[in-house]
């Protein structure tokens, strides 16, 4: 008997305050191979991250459910046509969160955490040495 590895899904939610806040969109993961498609690491393409629109046109292959809704209150589809219908700032934002997700980032810390220790080199004075000391 062999292993069947189900492929994980994506939950993009945005946390309480954020200007799409209430937005919740269920995306598939990417395979391997796809992933290093969209983010031009696949060799194929010159290094560095694909063109936008082919990474809002993969978001949206992947796509499982979400609960966006036009001005009418009707459900928008989870079609290509519909993605590329909506709100830019909407749209990017979960494409950003999607992607971040896949590429194993990590959420911001929470504001009222330090980060840890303030750096030894932020406190060395780096003043310019002047002309008459530089030999």
């Given at each position: 008997?062999?292993?069947?590895?189900?492929?994980?899904?994506?939950?993009?939610?945005?946390?309480?305050?954020?200007?799409?806040?209430?937005?919740?969109?269920t995306l598939r993961?990417?395979?391997?191979?796809?992933?290093?498609?969209?983010?031009?690491?696949?060799?194929?393409?010159?290094?560095?991250?694909?063109?936008?629109?082919?990474?809002?046109?993969?978001?949206?292959?992947?796509?499982?459910?979400?609960?966006?809704?036009?001005?009418?209150?009707?459900?928008?589809?989870?079609?290509?046509?519909?993605?590329?219908?909506?709100?830019?700032?909407?749209?990017?934002?979960?494409?950003?969160?999607?992607?971040?997700?896949?590429?194993?980032?990590?959420?911001?810390?929470?504001?009222?955490?330090?980060?840890?220790?303030?750096?030894?080199?932020?406190?060395?004075?780096?003043?310019?040495?002047?002309?008459?000391?530089?030999?």
């Amino acid at each position: 008997m062999g292993y069947r590895h189900q492929i994980p899904r994506v939950n993009v939610t945005f946390e309480e305050g954020h200007a799409y806040h209430g937005c919740e969109v269920t995306l598939r993961r990417l395979k391997l191979g796809e992933w290093l498609d969209i983010t031009g690491l696949g060799g194929n393409d010159e290094p560095g991250v694909r063109h936008i629109g082919d990474q809002l046109k993969t978001m949206a292959d992947k796509l499982i459910a979400w609960n966006l809704e036009d001005d009418e209150g009707r459900p928008v589809p989870t079609t290509v046509e519909a993605v590329l219908d909506q709100d830019q700032g909407l749209m990017l934002a979960i494409l950003g969160s999607w992607l971040d997700t896949l590429s194993g980032v990590s959420a911001p810390l929470e504001p009222t955490s330090t980060g840890g220790e303030p750096s030894l080199v932020e406190s060395i004075p780096m003043d310019t040495l002047s002309a008459s000391l530089v030999s």
